[in-house]
């Protein structure tokens, strides 16, 4: 059987979190009560005037800097005509030769592949180029009940952007790791909340097949409306399995649009695919060019540092290693309770309390599926309890048992060490006794210890943390046995 090569570009459609909507001065929200929150503009009602909203203007240009595009010095908005029953107006506000973004790409973050792809990354380090970002309009929200639809209305006009990517994904793993590496950066430079479960962040996938060898794309296929990554994973495996069925048959792949049936976990034909020129784009005659120099500037100084960057920094800053970096700067809310937690105890090091996050807070907060603004320990109090590790005051194993009851009850750590009695005995007089009963109880492990043996000198420390129920400071302990053995 031939073999042959996919070939994905991606259409991401991210609303931004502005207060109103693109067009009129209907407020964007979510969740309100259907066909509320409208007005002549966004129902398509003849007469009615759109006016720019600058604000997603300037979200979007931040998104284009945050992504190295390049910004054109003139704009403008046209009408793409066509008819759906979620657009009234029978045409829809977007750009077409003059969007607001050009070129730029998006870096593949290693933790942002499906976990059962990232030990077997084909191109590490990849950043999938993009083609532009243009600003829009959406669409109402049409519900498909068995022998009816409703529309609301609510959605229609919200500040829409279209990121379209070059044909420069070869993977479903690939596609995956490219909307969330995308979603991050989006959350990072505040302009989308890019929640795809509430459907501000939707994905049109362009799937090509062809024969190994050939040089031209094979006709593409586009899988409409997908609302969360893992549907797009399935959706392309599934759909490049089908084009391949169809071309080893000897059929021919026509262009055209498919819709994605998760519940099957196949597509299905919608319709042939309309080309650039059945949408007769005009420039909206309604909306003046805009001239983006000055907005430009105002935004350039906006730009965040973005996750890499924050990668880079925490590696360099904090000792911590390549994973934990990328683990702590792959949330923007986390990255941030991370640093406040270091900012809180600045002499213990960055790496301690990283470790403590990562194996511990993680772990529990998975397992209660809570979001880091959710989490019942602070980051003062973490900061702390690493503090009193890190001190000698109690052992690791007690924090352990201390932190778990933090995440339960929220209470501070000195509260629960204190009501535990897991104060570790620190008196030098009262240490020193010990280490001389357990030293004159033992006199062959004293001359192993002598004899260069270090493993004998833990074997001490052992005797004395068991003499003392645990509450002995191992640290001090160690250092007089050494002392002790020494002389």
């Not at 609302?227 to 021919?252: F, W």
């Amino acid at each position: 059987m031939p073999k042959y090569i996919l070939t994905i570009g991606l259409e991401v459609h991210a609303q931004l979190n502005t207060r109103s909507k693109m067009f009129c001065a209907c407020p964007a929200e979510y969740g309100e009560e259907p066909n509320t929150l409208t007005c002549p503009t966004c129902l398509g009602l003849p007469g009615a005037l759109p006016v720019l909203n600058e604000g997603a203007i300037e979200r979007t240009i931040l998104t284009g800097l945050m992504l190295g595009c390049s910004i054109p010095p003139v704009v403008k908005w046209d009408r793409k005509n066509y008819f759906y029953p979620d657009m009234p107006k029978n045409y829809q506000i977007s750009q077409f030769d003059l969007p607001l973004c050009l070129g730029g790409g998006v870096p593949l973050y290693e933790l942002a592949y499906p976990k059962d792809a990232q030990k077997s990354i084909a191109n590490p380090g990849k950043v999938v180029k993009l083609t532009r970002i243009h600003l829009e309009e959406d669409v109402a929200k049409s519900t498909h009940h068995e022998k009816f639809t409703t529309i609301d209305f609510n959605r229609a006009g919200t500040p829409l952007m279209e990121i379209v990517s070059e044909p420069d994904i070869d993977s479903a793993e690939e596609a995956f790791a490219y909307l969330s590496s995308l979603r991050q950066i989006l959350i990072y430079g505040g302009v989308s909340d890019a929640d795809m479960e509430k459907g501000n962040m939707r994905c049109d996938v362009n799937i090509s097949v062809r024969p190994e060898g050939q040089t031209e794309l094979g006709a593409k296929v586009e899988l409409k409306n997908l609302n969360s990554m893992s549907a797009v994973r399935r959706s392309i495996k599934y759909e490049t399995e089908r084009q391949i069925d169809c071309l080893n048959r000897g059929e021919k792949i026509i262009q055209s649009t498919r819709r994605w049936d998760d519940d099957l976990g196949e597509t299905t034909l919608m319709r042939t695919k309309e080309d650039a020129h059945d949408y007769r784009y005009f420039p909206d005659p309604d909306l003046l060019p805009v001239r983006t120099a000055e907005i430009l500037e105002r935004v350039r100084p906006q730009v965040p540092e973005l996750p890499h960057e924050k990668r880079d920094r925490f590696e360099r800053d904090y000792a911590v290693s390549a994973y934990d970096a990328s683990v702590l700067s792959s949330d923007k809310a986390l990255a941030a309770w991370f640093e406040t937690a270091t900012a809180a105890q600045p002499t213990v090091p960055g790496k301690k309390i990283a470790n403590w996050v990562i194996n511990d807070l993680l772990g529990l907060m998975n397992e209660g599926s809570l979001s880091i603004a959710d989490c019942p320990i602070t980051p003062a109090a973490l900061a702390d309890l690493v503090a009193t590790v890190e001190s000698g005051k109690i052992s690791n194993n007690q924090a352990k048992e201390v932190f778990a009851e933090m995440f339960k009850s929220g209470r501070p750590a000195a509260e629960i060490i204190k009501e535990k009695g897991f104060e570790q005995v620190s008196d030098t007089g009262a240490l020193e006794a010990m280490v001389e009963e357990i030293l004159a109880a033992n006199p062959d492990k004293v001359a192993e210890v002598q004899a260069g043996n270090d493993k004998a000198m833990n074997w001490f420390t052992g005797q004395v943390m068991k003499l003392s129920k645990g509450k002995a400071n191992p640290k001090l302990v160690t250092e007089i046995v050494k002392a002790k053995v020494a002389g």
